[in-house]
């Protein structure tokens, strides 16, 4: 590819964005509440310097963040250097014209085990502390809070707005 070409698929959304209607943040959110909330499983990227990890994790997505409990693993060789991570949510249908998924940018927090945050998110799951207690090795809980989340739904194009739509969280 030249470069010029790369500046235009790099720039595909951008132009699209320009010409198209976009959704109202709350009504969005309400969507991305109901998508993020009937899913369990995301590809979690990591990465700092040359190594990068994607790795399918269970999740639960309450109070504005994503909660992972993980046994660790390479995605912490990224989390050492770099909480910037990018997440993937998406349905599995593979028919055309059927498009439904989330990418979220944001930042990695890691409560310290059995702090209240942890308690609470294991509560959420229903797994008791005491399980967690007695496990050879440690479960880490990971909390991915979303700086933006960016959504692809076909059916938005029936409503007339375009099909790709970024939500920013209010600072």
Request: aromatic share 12%.
């Amino acid at each position: 590819m030249t470069n010029q070409e790369y500046e235009q698929a790099i720039s595909f959304w951008t132009r699209k964005e320009e010409a198209e209607k976009q959704m109202n943040p709350e009504v969005l959110y309400s969507w991305i509440h109901t998508y993020l909330s009937s899913h369990k499983i995301l590809a979690l990227a990591t990465g700092a310097k040359d190594f990068i990890r994607c790795t399918p994790l269970e999740y639960t997505w309450h109070d504005d963040a994503l909660w992972i409990f993980t046994e660790g693993g390479l995605k912490f060789r990224g989390l050492r250097e770099n909480r910037h991570v990018a997440a993937a949510v998406f349905d599995t249908n593979l028919s055309f014209g059927e498009l439904k998924s989330i990418q979220i940018e944001g930042q990695i927090q890691i409560p310290e085990r059995f702090s209240d945050a942890y308690k609470k998110e294991a509560a959420f799951r229903h797994i008791p502390i005491h399980t967690l207690q007695s496990l050879s090795e440690p479960m880490w809980l990971l909390q991915l809070i979303p700086t933006e989340i960016t959504c692809l739904n076909s059916h938005f194009k029936k409503e007339g707005f375009q099909s790709r739509q970024i939500w920013k969280p209010k600072k």
